[in-house]
C-alpha cells in the first residue's frame, strides 16, 4: 500500500514539475530578456521641465539628457557643510557606484559618438534609459546592483548589469 502511494505521489510530482518546465519554455522567447532587478519607474516628468535653464550645463545629446542628468546629480548628491573638524564643504554622492557608473557611461557614450561607433540617437536612447533606471531607484534598497556595478569596470559591463534591470 505504501509502495503505491509513494508512486502516485512520484507520478504527480513528476507532472507537475514537467507541466512547469513547459508552460515557462512557453512563455520565454528568444527576444524575452533576462531580468535580474525589478523597481518600480518614478522619474517625474513635470520636475525635468520645472529645472531653469540657467541651472542647467549643456549635454550634446540634448537639453532632455541635460534636464535628467541635472536631475541625477540633485538626486545622488548633497553638500556637507563645514565643521570645526572638517573646515571645507564636501560634496557627498549616494549610492556612488550608481553615479559614477552613469558618469563613466556619459563619457564612453560621447566617445563613442565621436569616433562614429555608434549614431547620437542610439547614445541617447541607451543614455535615457540607464539614467531612468538611476533616477528611478535612488530610494530603493540597490545593494546587489550596487555590488555588480562596483565588480563592473568597462562601459559595456556597466551597460550589461544596466541591462538587467526592468522598470515597471
Known amino acids: 500500500?505504501?509502495?503505491i502511494l509513494y508512486i502516485i505521489l512520484l507520478v504527480?510530482?513528476?507532472v507537475r514539475t514537467f507541466a512547469?518546465?513547459?508552460?515557462?519554455?512557453?512563455?520565454?522567447?528568444?527576444s524575452a530578456k533576462e531580468y535580474k532587478y525589478c523597481?518600480?519607474?518614478s522619474v517625474d516628468e513635470n520636475s525635468l521641465y520645472n529645472i531653469?535653464?540657467?541651472?542647467?550645463?549643456?549635454?550634446?545629446f540634448g537639453d532632455y539628457i541635460a534636464r535628467k542628468f541635472h536631475m541625477l546629480k540633485k538626486s545622488y548628491t548633497y553638500v556637507e557643510r563645514a565643521t570645526?573638524?572638517?573646515p571645507g564643504e564636501k560634496i557627498i554622492v549616494v549610492k556612488p557606484s550608481i553615479y559614477y557608473a552613469l558618469q563613466k557611461l556619459n563619457k564612453y557614450f560621447k566617445k563613442q559618438v565621436k569616433d562614429g561607433m555608434m549614431t547620437e540617437e542610439e547614445a541617447r536612447q541607451e543614455l535615457n534609459q540607464y539614467l531612468d533606471i538611476a533616477i528611478s531607484i535612488v530610494v530603493e534598497n540597490t545593494e546587489?546592483?550596487?555590488?555588480?556595478?562596483r565588480k563592473a569596470k568597462k562601459p559595456d559591463e556597466i551597460?550589461?548589469?544596466?541591462?538587467?534591470?526592468?522598470?515597471e
Open 39 to 41: 523597481f518600480r519607474y
Open 1 to 3: 500500500m505504501k509502495n
Open 20 to 30: 512547469q518546465e513547459a508552460a515557462s519554455e512557453g512563455s520565454k522567447s528568444d
Open 12 to 14: 504527480v510530482y513528476s
Open 52 to 60: 531653469e535653464d540657467e541651472e542647467l550645463k549643456s549635454h550634446p
Open 84 to 86: 570645526p573638524t572638517s
Open 159 to 167: 551597460s550589461r548589469v544596466f541591462s538587467m534591470v526592468m522598470l
Open 144 to 149: 546587489s546592483l550596487e555590488n555588480d556595478l
